[in-house]
């Protein structure tokens, strides 16, 4: 009897376990089985906080470097506290007042694509979308709701296509429409604890580039009540994972993107950092929250 009342207690727990799982990482596992769920996705499926007013950490549109559209965040110091030179990313080099972040928004997640779907996101339908998520039509709100949306309309760079998802089943499939496969794995930067200003990182060994004939997806979190992601791929630019250790012990597996091809990359920024040649490529960390699609090999 003991041991009937054991293995029960054992079954109605397993079951608790299980229902504890959300149904989006069960849709994970059924489409991508072979894929490991990065962090920045999993937060996201799992929140903390759950509210519909967005905390912005920094700015996270580094795609306005070279689109039409103008950003007030991308002020010199800004700029110069994210990118640096590719010629100072091998082991050994020292990069001083590059600051790394784990999350860029507070409070969006993920929603079931038949929630996501029930409205539309574009420019033309923001007064609904405010309206649908209760949002005061303060003008802060309302230029990251712009800026949102905006971002998703413009068209792409020569050479690139992006897209915009507002679910995680529109993500999975934009992305593996981008890249022919469902066979697919997800990246991002790992940051085990809070990374100050000041910090001052040694680059180790090894660093890992990707390949250059291998397709990558690079996608950005976007200001929004629920979780949006900016998405594209572009020949324009090289992706490595580079070890980095903290002057303080702290270590970071960070992801960087580098650019090779400047010239469409607004005036003012390539003036903030001093470049005088559009044959210098520059480099910036992707945050946390941030992530690289890539084909299983």
Request: hydrophobic fraction near 40%.
């Amino acid at each position: 009897m003991l041991r009937f009342f054991l293995v029960l207690l054992l079954v109605v727990a397993a079951v608790q376990a299980d229902n504890d799982v959300s149904p989006l990482e069960d849709y994970w596992r059924s489409v991508l089985p072979n894929a490991t769920m990065p962090r920045a996705i999993h937060d996201l499926i799992y929140p903390g906080h759950r509210n519909n007013r967005v905390t912005i950490q920094e700015c996270v549109v580094f795609y306005y470097v070279s689109s039409n559209i103008s950003s007030q965040h991308l002020t010199p110091g800004y700029l110069q506290s994210k990118i640096f030179f590719m010629k100072d990313l091998y082991p050994g080099a020292q990069l001083k007042g590059v600051h790394l972040i784990n999350r860029t928004i507070i409070g969006n997640f993920f929603v079931p694509r038949t929630e996501a779907d029930a409205i539309t996101f574009t420019s033309k339908n923001l007064p609904k979308i405010l309206e649908h998520f209760s949002m005061t039509s303060d003008s802060k709100a309302v230029k990251l709701m712009e800026d949102t949306l905006n971002s998703c309309e413009v068209p792409p760079l020569k050479g690139e296509k992006k897209f915009c998802s507002t679910s995680l089943e529109s993500l999975i499939d934009g992305v593996s429409s981008l890249l022919g496969t469902r066979d697919i794995q997800a990246i991002s930067t790992i940051i085990n604890e809070p990374q100050d200003e000041k910090m001052v990182y040694n680059v180790v060994a090894p660093i890992k580039k990707f390949s250059e004939q291998e397709k990558l997806v690079l996608c950005h979190p976007q200001p929004s009540p629920q979780a949006m992601h900016y998405c594209h791929t572009s020949s324009l630019y090289k992706v490595y994972i580079v070890p980095l250790v903290g002057n303080n012990g702290s270590m970071v597996n960070a992801i960087a993107v580098c650019h090779h091809d400047i010239k469409n990359f607004k005036p003012f920024i390539l003036e903030a950092l001093k470049i005088k040649s559009y044959n210098e490529p520059i480099c910036h960390f992707l945050s946390g929250d941030q992530f690289v699609w890539f084909r299983n090999q």
